[in-house]
Nanobody, 123 residues
Framework: QVHLTESGGGSVQVGGSLRLSCVKD???????MGWFRRAPGKEREAVAH???????TYSDSVKDRFTVSRGGAGDTLYLSMTNLKVEDTAVYFC??????????????????WGQGTQVTVSS
């Protein structure tokens, strides 16, 4: 079994920055780790994924503003968010799966999920 715990959410103003973290607990291999978000009234959206070989993929809406990375022998996932916009407001979820990911995968491909952390961007 794998447990994922996110942290680092909060409230910032437009143009600000935040760094989200996700700690994985469990021995199962999870080649792909990624971030999703769900904004109020919208469907869950894939934000950024990173494969065990370091391949990073991003949605067009966050490319060049967000950076996904892994640390701690691949057991910790980060999302560095810069130049935040009001439309980035959402609950952000960490996800992991044994599948490899060289591109953004839909949420139903991931077996393991964190509980989510709120990010609020205000003008």
């Amino acid at each position: 079994q794998v447990h994922l715990t996110e942290s680092g959410g909060g409230s910032v103003q437009v143009g600000g920055s935040l760094r989200l973290s996700c700690v994985k607990d469990g021995n199962r291999n999870t080649a792909c780790m990624g971030w999703f978000r769900r904004a109020p009234g919208k469907e869950r959206e894939a934000v950024a994924h990173i494969n065990s070989d370091g391949t990073e993929t991003y949605s067009d809406s966050v490319k060049d503003r967000f950076t996904v990375s892994r640390g701690g022998a691949g057991d910790t996932l980060y999302l560095s968010m810069t130049n935040l916009k009001v439309e980035d407001t959402a609950v952000y979820f960490c996800a992991a799966d044994p599948l490899k990911c060289g591109w953004l995968l839909p949420g139903d491909k991931f077996d393991y999920w964190g509980q989510g952390t709120q990010v609020t961007v205000s003008s």
